[in-house]
């Protein structure tokens, strides 16, 4: 939006041809980015103090360790902005006609709106409860659903001729005759398996079967991030390091670099037009350091359900948007921890009568062996930082 404004600048006046940069993908990648954080570390403040005056305080749940409670009454729904941060540089920097960007932001902000009403009846009813599990569950699944059914079916043969006036490092997308839908049709339903190379080894799944299954990842990274928010910045940490490694992974899918098929190359999955969402992921990764700022220990403010349904959801479409379903549990292994810990607390406790972990999702576990509220934090942020240079380095071993 904001890019071609500028974009069509440099051909009208000379002074302004070095605009002829906002052309390159990696240029607005680092535009949207820095947006995201000065709007994040800008408008926090301001934001924090509009909390506190109309009352909107976190509801600490009765049965969590004792040490939360001193948490009660601070700023929640502070994900509120991060989705503003989030959104504004990803629709001023990128081609808001390409289907993958859209998708992405009808997504974040579809699972947003589930969130912030679960977080309005929380504070409403002065209950941890907020809106009944199966309701928010069943509105996750439907919005999941819609995006992926516009993924795998819309057509993109005027978004293809449109996109003809970029050159290297861009969306570089194919020919009209190439696609029939957002991902090409060659490789639609086949999944990409961690360590093989994707042309020769990627399994071609039934449609039903590979539509439940990015519908799955979806819904269930969005739970997930959700689950492992419970400590002050514990959350927000592994969205950076999964979202910069996304940055990467979707640039690599989507980009021809003076029209070299890197994908092709590194044998992933090469699809046109998905090198966009590296800008936003450059958002993601600037909003998320900017909320970082006020909400390490001890927070300042809470996103709430309203921050982390919908990044949850944004890195799960990552995921299936560029193939990359297996490489996310390997990048956001956090999540995956933290998910798995809660169900086998519940599977062991109502088939066993005993519990596993002392306190479950995990990270309460670890502050009731008397670990630390930050030394939990910061080694979850080691362990995500290793997983995502494990989760890069797949790329070369295959």
């Not at 980015?33 to 994040?40: G, I, P, R």
């Not at 990274?221 to 927000?236: E, H, K, R, W």
């Not at 193939?323 to 810990?341: A, Q």
Request: include cysteine; charged fraction near 15%; glycine fraction near 10%.
């Amino acid at each position: 939006m904001l890019y071609q404004l500028l974009f069509s600048l440099h051909d009208q006046f000379s002074w302004l041809s070095w605009l002829n940069v906002l052309r390159y993908t990696s240029t607005r990648i680092i535009a949207s980015t820095m947006t995201a954080l000065l709007l994040s570390l800008l408008l926090y403040p301001w934001f924090i103090r509009t909390l506190q005056r109309i009352q909107l305080g976190q509801v600490v749940r009765d049965d969590g360790p004792e040490s939360h409670f001193s948490k009660r009454g601070t700023p929640t729904m502070g994900g509120s902005l991060i989705l503003f941060c989030l959104i504004i540089p990803t629709v001023a920097w990128s081609d808001m006609k390409n289907p993958f960007v859209v998708l992405a932001t009808l997504v974040t902000a579809g699972t947003g709106v589930i969130g912030f009403i679960d977080d309005a009846m929380k504070v409403r009813s002065k209950r941890s409860g907020g809106m009944p599990g199966k309701v928010k569950f069943l509105l996750q699944i439907l919005v999941s659903t819609l995006t992926c059914w516009y993924l795998f079916d819309v057509q993109l043969a005027d978004v293809l001729d449109r996109c003809a006036w970029y050159v290297t490092d861009t969306c570089s997308l194919a020919s009209p005759t190439d696609v029939t839908g957002v991902i090409p049709a060659n490789i639609r339903y086949r999944l990409a398996l961690p360590l093989l190379g994707f042309y020769e080894h990627a399994p071609l799944l039934p449609m039903a079967i590979y539509f439940g299954f990015a519908v799955f990842v979806i819904v269930g990274f969005s739970n997930a991030v959700n689950l492992t928010d419970g400590l002050d910045g514990l959350a927000i940490g592994p969205v950076i390091f999964s979202s910069g490694t996304f940055l990467l992974l979707t640039y690599l899918a989507g980009t021809l670099i003076a029209g070299f098929d890197i994908a092709r190359y590194l044998n992933v999955a090469h699809i046109p037009g998905v090198g966009e969402l590296s800008i936003y992921c450059g958002a993601m990764v600037g909003a998320g350091v900017g909320f970082l700022w006020y909400n390490t220990f001890p927070a300042s403010v809470f996103m709430g359900d309203v921050g982390s349904l919908p990044l949850g959801a944004g890195l799960g479409f990552l995921a299936v948007a560029s193939k990359n379903e297996f490489t996310l549990v390997i990048v956001g292994g956090i999540f995956v921890l933290e998910t798995v810990s809660v169900i086998v607390q519940v599977v062991s406790f109502k088939l066993f009568g005993r519990r596993v972990f002392k306190m479950a999702p995990i990270h309460h576990h670890f502050e009731l062996k008397g670990w630390s509220e930050p030394k939990v934090v910061v080694r979850f942020w080691i362990i995500s930082f290793v997983l995502a240079l494990i989760g890069l380095a797949t790329l070369k071993l295959r």
